[in-house]
Each structure stands twice: as C-alpha cells, then as structure tokens.
C-alpha cells in the first residue's frame, strides 16, 4: 500500500454559544482542516487538524511530495520526514504530522479490516469518561447561551450533568478576577456533592493568586488544580498546596516531560493527539509517565468527530489513565461525520469499533461547514469577541477593565 494523493479542506462548525477563555474566545464556532491521505488501494485515510484555513490547507499541500509514494505503515519513518527533531522545523510541523499520522493509521487499520487501537496494544476499556467542560459563555445573536454568573454556572453544570450524565466538571477559567472564579467553582460543588472537579486558568494567574485560589478549594472534591500559573518553575512554587497540579501547557512534548521527570513540578500530563504529534507519541508519553508515577489524562483542543475518534483509541488503550478526558465536543451544533455527533451515556462515549478510526465523512456535511467556512471566515483565537480590539499584555491586566466588570 501506497500514498497517491493527500487532500485538505477547511470547515467551520457551530457552537452552542461563543466560548470565553484567558486570552480570547472561540467566536462561536470551530475552524478545522480536514486532511485526507488516499492510497493506491483506494482506501482513504482522514485526519484532523486544528486552526484550519488557507495557510493549513497550503502546509498540508505542501507535505504533498514528502508523502507521495510513502508507505502508510512506515510511521516512524514518515516521523522523521515530515517532522525530524533536529530540524528547525520540527515544532511548526508537529501537529500536520499528528494530521497526517491519524489518517494513515486510519488507512492501515481500514487495510487490515482492525480498529486502531488494536494497532496500538488492544483495547483494555470499551468506553472513554469525559467532563463536562465548563467555559464562562458570552451571549448568541438572540440573546442565549450566555453563562457569566454562578447561577448560570451551575444551570449550565446541571443541565449537562441531566442530558449527558457527567460526573467529573471542569471549569475553564482566567475569564473574571479569581475571587469571582472562585465563587463560581465552590457554587458549582455545592451544587453537585459527591462530583469531582478540577480548575484551569490556563495559566494568567500569578503564583501568589494561584496560592491563594488553590489554598481555597482545597477542602474540595478536586481532581487535579490545571496550569494555574505559568510555567514549570511557577507551577513547581505550588507543590505544597496539596492538589495535584496538571498541565497541557508547560508539558507538551518529551524533553519537557523529562525535565518535570528530573524536576517535579506537575503531577498529572494531559495527552493531546494534536499537540503531541499523534495518538503512538501520547502512547509513548503515557508510558514514560507510567515508569514515574505521573498520572495521564486525554486533553481536548477543540475537536470535531475525526480527532475525537484519536481521543477515544487513545483513551481505550491506556492502563494508567485514571482521569476523565476532557472534550469540547458536547458544545458543538453538529459534526462532519457520518451518523452525526456522537453520544455520551453516563457521562462516557463508547470506542469506535469499526477498522480504522472508525468514522467516516458525511459529504453532504463537510460540503454544507465548508462552504459556512467560505462564508464567514475563521477568527482569531487570541481575542475575544467581548472586547474587539482588546489582547492581554500581562496575566491580570484583564480584570482591571470596567468592560468585564461582574
């Protein structure tokens, strides 16, 4: 089996409501390339990649030659093509590969008529745990959707507890002043006793604020305390305050996960099939973290069905993820593949269990999300519709504007 082509389109699905995060905002959508590696067998491979727009779909042509006549079953050489560690490239490259490496080994499984995770291991769950992941939300066009308050907090927190059975809630924070956070994330245990929790300001808290917020949630139910400052040095200041602390930020790649390794400073690495470079380099980081007692978990970077179908293999071969996964997926409208978006039951979405990944595209889908993308373009995810114009300079310069003002 051979590679004879690779093709890259850009869509754009709708969210629930726009979603509000420290530096900016998803501006009511998703933007995603989907990237499609065919071989001379006919077979079609699908891979995902994240951003999306015309400069991805270019760098995914641009693999063209790097990838024509490949072998798919070749990973690791395909590795060092596309992505070699020693090359100044490697860090711009590293999430086509992971694109790339979804596709082929949805190409080899389609090929050997196996699901993926047989590919990597077998499976040892037949089912993935997610949480429900919380984002303070401006409002849509007609008013809705909007969650600011800690009573909108905890409707939101109930209402997908209700529909999708979640157990585990974590709430994306770095929006409002930690002392309104705060409220919010205690209003939210209150409301759900016996759920667990977990926090991320995606970094912009100073270590002192972090101290503080973490010394006041530390009587509760608490999974883990996620990047609550910046950095491994900041993150390693916090050690004491007795919640695990996790990050997908400051441990991405392996000689980060050495260096923490040497040096403690996180104690759970959330594993990202983007970020990472694919679903056999987060095996091999779950591995490492399995040798030195770290705890793993499967993060989210803004999924459509494709990437979500990694998470699940991923998720479905780890003895040692003792975490619920996180995903955006529930906050999405619709998906591209086909059968539509995928179900949670009690709070977990069954591993595809079909050869390959387990999905395919819907067409007409990817047709309707692509032409949406034409129509209304992509956004930058450094600003927040909420405040045009505006872009962090330091951490906490946010909350001293009136305009988010509680």
């Given at each position: 089996m051979?590679?004879?082509d690779i093709r890259a389109t850009t869509v754009t699905v709708p969210l629930e409501a726009p979603l509000r995060h420290a530096s900016g905002a998803h501006w009511g959508r998703f933007v995603r390339t989907i990237v499609e590696v065919e071989a001379?067998?006919?077979?079609?491979?699908?891979?995902?990649?994240?951003?999306?727009?015309?400069?991805?779909?270019?760098?995914?042509?641009?693999?063209?030659?790097?990838?024509?006549?490949?072998?798919?079953?070749?990973?690791?050489?395909?590795?060092f093509a596309i992505a070699n560690p020693t090359a100044s490239l490697?860090?711009?490259?590293?999430?086509?590969?992971?694109?790339?490496?979804?596709a082929c080994l949805d190409l080899v499984g389609q090929h050997l008529n196996v699901p993926v995770y047989d590919l990597l291991g077998g499976k040892i769950r037949d089912e993935v745990e997610f949480a429900s992941y919380l984002f303070y939300r401006t409002s849509n066009a007609d008013g809705t959707g909007e969650v600011r308050t800690p009573e909108q907090l905890v409707a939101h927190a109930t209402a997908l507890k209700a529909e999708h059975g979640f157990t585990v809630h974590k709430l994306k924070g770095g929006v409002f002043p930690p002392e309104f956070e705060l409220e919010g994330y205690r209003a939210l245990a209150a409301a759900l006793p016996g759920d667990r929790f977990r926090y991320d300001p995606n970094g912009v808290l100073s270590v002192a604020q972090a101290r503080r917020f973490g010394e006041a949630i530390r009587d509760l139910h608490n999974d883990y305390y996620e990047d609550p400052t910046w950095g491994l040095n900041g993150v390693r200041q916090l050690r004491d305050i007795g919640i695990p602390l996790a990050t997908n930020t400051v441990v991405v790649n392996f000689e980060q996960l050495a260096t923490n390794v040497r040096d403690p400073a996180v104690d759970v690495v959330l594993l990202d099939t983007t970020f990472w470079g694919g679903i056999r380099a987060c095996?091999?980081?779950?591995a490492v973290?399995?040798?030195?007692?770290l705890?793993?978990?499967v993060h989210s970077s803004g999924e459509l069905g494709i990437q979500l179908a990694?998470?699940?293999?991923?998720?479905?071969?780890l003895p040692n993820l003792s975490y619920a996964a996180d995903a955006h997926y529930h906050h999405l409208t619709d998906d591209i593949i086909s059968g539509g978006k995928k179900s949670y039951v009690d709070g977990a979405i069954a591993v595809p269990t079909g050869p390959g990944l387990g999905v395919r595209l819907d067409r007409d889908k990817v047709d309707e999300y692509a032409e949406l993308y034409k129509e209304i373009g992509g956004y930058p995810y450094d600003r927040d519709p909420a405040?045009?114009?505006?872009?962090?300079?330091v951490p906490n310069e946010r909350w001293a504007d009136p305009a988010i003002a509680t």
């Amino acid at each position: 089996m051979k590679i004879v082509d690779i093709r890259a389109t850009t869509v754009t699905v709708p969210l629930e409501a726009p979603l509000r995060h420290a530096s900016g905002a998803h501006w009511g959508r998703f933007v995603r390339t989907i990237v499609e590696v065919e071989a001379d067998n006919g077979l079609v491979g699908l891979g995902e990649l994240g951003g999306g727009g015309e400069s991805a779909e270019a760098a995914v042509r641009g693999l063209r030659d790097y990838l024509v006549g490949h072998d798919p079953f070749a990973l690791e050489a395909l590795r060092f093509a596309i992505a070699n560690p020693t090359a100044s490239l490697y860090n711009n490259r590293i999430q086509l590969l992971a694109a790339i490496e979804f596709a082929c080994l949805d190409l080899v499984g389609q090929h050997l008529n196996v699901p993926v995770y047989d590919l990597l291991g077998g499976k040892i769950r037949d089912e993935v745990e997610f949480a429900s992941y919380l984002f303070y939300r401006t409002s849509n066009a007609d008013g809705t959707g909007e969650v600011r308050t800690p009573e909108q907090l905890v409707a939101h927190a109930t209402a997908l507890k209700a529909e999708h059975g979640f157990t585990v809630h974590k709430l994306k924070g770095g929006v409002f002043p930690p002392e309104f956070e705060l409220e919010g994330y205690r209003a939210l245990a209150a409301a759900l006793p016996g759920d667990r929790f977990r926090y991320d300001p995606n970094g912009v808290l100073s270590v002192a604020q972090a101290r503080r917020f973490g010394e006041a949630i530390r009587d509760l139910h608490n999974d883990y305390y996620e990047d609550p400052t910046w950095g491994l040095n900041g993150v390693r200041q916090l050690r004491d305050i007795g919640i695990p602390l996790a990050t997908n930020t400051v441990v991405v790649n392996f000689e980060q996960l050495a260096t923490n390794v040497r040096d403690p400073a996180v104690d759970v690495v959330l594993l990202d099939t983007t970020f990472w470079g694919g679903i056999r380099a987060c095996v091999k980081a779950a591995a490492v973290c399995e040798t030195f007692q770290l705890g793993v978990a499967v993060h989210s970077s803004g999924e459509l069905g494709i990437q979500l179908a990694t998470m699940l293999h991923l998720g479905a071969v780890l003895p040692n993820l003792s975490y619920a996964a996180d995903a955006h997926y529930h906050h999405l409208t619709d998906d591209i593949i086909s059968g539509g978006k995928k179900s949670y039951v009690d709070g977990a979405i069954a591993v595809p269990t079909g050869p390959g990944l387990g999905v395919r595209l819907d067409r007409d889908k990817v047709d309707e999300y692509a032409e949406l993308y034409k129509e209304i373009g992509g956004y930058p995810y450094d600003r927040d519709p909420a405040r045009p114009g505006w872009y962090p300079l330091v951490p906490n310069e946010r909350w001293a504007d009136p305009a988010i003002a509680t």
